[in-house]
Every structure is written in C-alpha cells, then in structure tokens.
C-alpha cells in the first residue's frame, strides 16, 4: 500500500489535513538494454539554451531554473508526444524521492482515493504491513494481516521481499513495491520472498483486506484479552465496544495484545489512552524541525479499572508503541514482550486542491516521561521471548505462548 504507509499508520485529521505515522499497509529488476541511434552535436550553436545550460555555472541555480531548462530540451528535441500530467507528476515524485525518506512521498490523485479507503481499514491486495530493512537493503514484513492473502499463503514476520512478478526491489522503494502488490480483486501476483537461507516463492490472489478485526475472549481467572493488528478510523470505537462487552462477562484484569500491530491513526492511539488514563493526560509530544513542541492530551474519563498488561514484540511499531509508551509511563501497565520495532516519526498527509496529495515526514514524537522512540523502541518492563522454534508469530498455541502466559501469570499475582 501505501503501507498505512506502515497503514505507518498514526493520523491526525485537522481540516484536510492528517498526521500519520503509518506503517504502511498493503492488503524484474529486470535490467532492460535497448538498441539506440544517437546522434552527437558538436557544432556549438545548435542551442543556444542547451549549450547555456550545459556549459553555466549551477552552483546558484534554482530547482525551477533547472527544470525551465531541461523544458527546453524536451521541446527542442524530444521526438515523441508529451503528456503534461504525467510529465508534471514524474517531476514532482522524483521531487519527494531525492529526499531519500521512505515515508515521504507524493500521491496523485487517483493514488489519494485508494490512500484514503486504506486509511478506513479496506483495500484490495494481499494484507501485509512492510518496512524498509536497512541491513538487507531489501523490504521486509512486518507482519501479515491476520486471515488476509499473504497469510494464508504462508508468508510469515521478518520475511524479506526479493522480488515481484520478478521485478526486484530496494529497501529505497517501498512505495513502488507497495504499489505493485495491489491490484484488482482476484488477479495474481508473484512473490520472490527470502528467508533465512531459503529462496521462496508464492503465487497470492489478491483480495479484499479488512483489516483491524478486534478479537476478544475471556481467559482463565476471568482475565479479559483484546488483540487488534492496526489503528483505523473506527479501532477506538471497537476498542471500546469489546471491553464492555468482556466487562458484562466479569473480567477482573485486561491484556490488551498489539504484537505484530504495526500502527496507524495517532488519533486512535489516543482515544484508547484515554480508556485508561486520567482525563487532559498527555498522551505524546509532537516536535518538529523547528524544535517546536506540543503534545496531545486525553479528552474523556477512563473507563478500565482493572489491571492490564500490554503485550508487544519487534513487530509492535507506530501508534502501537504511543499507546504502549503512555500507559507504561503512567504505571497504568506492565508491558511484556521484546523491545518494540522503534518508528517514532509522524507524516502529515495534505490533500492538494486537485485531489492529489503529499505524505511528508514533519515530526518526531516522544512518551510522556520524553523518552525517544525512533529506532529505539519502547523496552518491556518484564522481557520474554518466545521459543525459537516458533517462526509464525501470528498464530501461536497458547500453551507455547511464553508471553501470553506470562501475562497471565502477572495478571494472577504468581
């Protein structure tokens, strides 16, 4: 997708304007070599413009300068049609793209439609939240949706994306590669995946994803248990909706499970803060470039009383590491796991008057006690791993889950 993206995705709606930290949500490098014919002018005054451009001093010139420039080389010279709009998008993409920021990009406007649907929790593709991995230089995934296409296909965390329908990828184009694994509904895609020291390869129809299901039950000791794999525009309301619902059945404790959630609305994060937190609580500070700072507080009373503990892994990142971050903050929780994926950046989505739209990274933000995020995560107060030879963090018996069970075990006071 544009992984909410990864959605990346944390989001705040102010007019037409949205503050997201999204793990992007997304539910051949074939190297071409053509026959050319080129003709090489020496004789100087072929152009005045491009022997200008060519021979003047760049080091004052401006981006619109060059641009005006290269303009006249295309109207000079280029043989073929030129399409404005698609020559006018290129420019502003590659734009955005020197900026060499995997969260930053420029959406056209027919992108910004199919953004915005992902951003309530549907799409079609294959149901994978992805990430750019530095040390692979290859996108990995975070975490497939849970009953989604790539799940069922029996694509797993940690695995890393070589390649799609053979074309290969950098962890530099994440949106392009998030672009690809969408499509239309029942078509196919092809994925070269590595893990480990294996070579895969799966065949996934693509498919309609709901994401965000909010699953609950009730556990031993009536402890209450609510997992959610992403923050869309209605996950607090369903948050919400499942405690009561576990409060009538006579929960005494609550663990609320965001492993392998890798984000979404920061708006979300904030209101399900606010379930637990006394009212005007800060949740996060917001800084920008500027060293500027404002924070975002709770705006309700709290509604859960009982004990709770937070479950998180590696794959915990985004709004997920806000909610867990605030509530460990404040006492409110004990968090279990492993040191959470560390994505402490906020992108702000800006809707351009011609539908189109920008996602650009404008801020950092800390915890309540201001404690860094970014590649650094949120550390779980008691560490607990799980056994090296689950591989499938997804779905996991609960017997071999060493931290739900340790989860519970707090929650029984052993």
């Given at each position: 997708?544009?992984?909410?993206?990864?959605?990346?995705?944390?989001?705040?709606k102010?007019?037409?304007?949205?503050?997201?930290?999204?793990?992007?949500?997304?539910?051949?490098?074939?190297?071409?070599?053509?026959?050319?014919?080129?003709?090489?002018?020496?004789?100087?005054?072929t152009?005045?413009?491009?022997?200008?451009?060519?021979?003047g001093?760049?080091?004052?010139?401006?981006?619109?300068?060059?641009?005006?420039?290269?303009?006249?080389?295309?109207?000079?010279?280029?043989?073929?049609?030129?399409?404005?709009?698609?020559?006018?998008?290129?420019?502003?993409?590659?734009?955005?793209?020197?900026?060499?920021?995997p969260?930053?990009?420029?959406?056209?406007?027919?992108?910004?439609?199919?953004?915005?649907?992902?951003?309530?929790?549907?799409?079609?593709?294959?149901?994978?939240?992805?990430?750019?991995?530095?040390?692979?230089?290859?996108?990995?995934?975070?975490?497939?949706?849970?009953?989604?296409?790539?799940?069922?296909?029996?694509?797993?965390?940690?695995?890393?994306?070589?390649?799609?329908?053979?074309?290969?990828?950098?962890?530099?184009?994440?949106?392009?590669?998030?672009?690809d694994?969408?499509?239309?509904?029942?078509?196919?895609?092809?994925?070269?995946?590595?893990?480990?020291?294996?070579?895969?390869?799966?065949?996934?129809?693509?498919?309609?994803?709901?994401?965000?299901?909010?699953?609950?039950?009730?556990?031993?000791?009536?402890?209450?248990?609510?997992?959610?794999?992403?923050?869309?525009?209605?996950?607090?309301?369903?948050?919400?909706?499942?405690?009561?619902?576990?409060?009538?059945?006579?929960?005494?404790?609550l663990?609320?499970?965001i492993?392998?959630?890798?984000?979404?609305?920061?708006?979300?994060?904030?209101?399900?803060?606010g379930?637990?937190?006394?009212?005007?609580?800060?949740?996060?500070?917001?800084?920008?470039?500027?060293?500027?700072?404002?924070?975002?507080?709770?705006?309700?009373?709290?509604?859960?009383?009982?004990?709770?503990?937070?479950?998180?892994?590696?794959?915990?990142?985004?709004?997920?590491?806000?909610l867990?971050?605030?509530?460990?903050?404040?006492?409110?929780?004990?968090?279990?796991?492993?040191?959470?994926?560390?994505?402490?950046?906020?992108?702000?989505?800006?809707?351009?008057?011609?539908?189109?739209?920008?996602?650009?990274?404008?801020?950092?933000?800390?915890?309540?006690?201001?404690?860094?995020?970014?590649?650094?995560?949120?550390?779980?107060?008691?560490?607990?791993k799980?056994?090296?030879?689950?591989?499938?963090?997804?779905?996991?018996e609960?017997?071999?889950?060493?931290?739900?069970?340790?989860?519970i075990?707090?929650?029984?006071?052993?």
């Open positions: 997708m544009s992984g909410k993206d990864y959605k990346v995705v944390t989001e705040k102010k007019g037409r304007k949205i503050y997201t930290t999204i793990m992007i949500i997304i539910i051949t490098a074939f190297v071409t070599f053509f026959a050319t014919t080129i003709w090489i002018y020496k004789d100087a005054d152009n005045i413009a491009l022997k200008a451009f060519l021979t001093d760049k080091s004052e010139e401006t981006t619109a300068q060059r641009l005006k420039a290269y303009r006249t080389i295309i109207d000079d010279y280029y043989l073929g049609d030129v399409d404005e709009k698609a020559l006018q998008e290129g420019i502003i993409k590659g734009f955005f793209e020197g900026l060499n920021d969260y930053t990009r420029y959406i056209t406007a027919e992108e910004m439609a199919e953004y915005t649907q992902d951003l309530k929790g549907e799409f079609v593709g294959i149901g994978v939240y992805i990430t750019p991995d530095e040390e692979s230089n290859k996108i990995k995934i975070l975490t497939p949706i849970k009953d989604g296409a790539a799940a069922q296909a029996g694509i797993l965390p940690g695995d890393l994306i070589r390649a799609v329908n053979d074309r290969e990828y950098t962890a530099e184009e994440l949106t392009k590669i998030s672009d694994l969408k499509g239309e509904e029942g078509s196919e895609v092809k994925l070269d995946i590595i893990r480990g020291d294996q070579n895969l390869s799966f065949t996934i129809k693509r498919s309609n994803v709901v994401v965000n299901p909010v699953s609950t039950e009730v556990l031993e000791n009536n402890i209450g248990y609510i997992e959610f794999s992403s923050f869309d525009e209605n996950t607090s309301k369903d948050f919400m909706k499942n405690y009561e619902e576990l409060k009538k059945q006579g929960i005494t404790s663990i609320i499970d492993r392998n959630n890798g984000g979404g609305i920061v708006d979300q994060a904030v209101e399900i803060a379930t637990v937190l006394d009212k005007d609580s800060t949740v996060l500070y917001e800084i920008n470039k500027k060293q500027e700072e404002k924070d975002m507080k709770t705006s309700t009373d709290p509604i859960i009383d009982v004990p709770i503990v937070v479950l998180v892994n590696e794959n915990t990142g985004s709004a997920s590491e806000i867990a971050g605030a509530l460990q903050d404040y006492g409110k929780a004990k968090i279990v796991g492993v040191t959470t994926y560390g994505k402490g950046v906020i992108q702000q989505l800006l809707s351009l008057p011609d539908n189109s739209g920008l996602k650009i990274t404008c801020a950092e933000y800390l915890t309540p006690n201001r404690n860094k995020i970014n590649k650094v995560g949120v550390k779980p107060d008691v560490e607990v799980l056994p090296e030879d689950i591989t499938n963090t997804i779905i996991i609960k017997d071999k889950d060493t931290q739900l069970q340790k989860a075990s707090i929650l029984k006071g052993e």
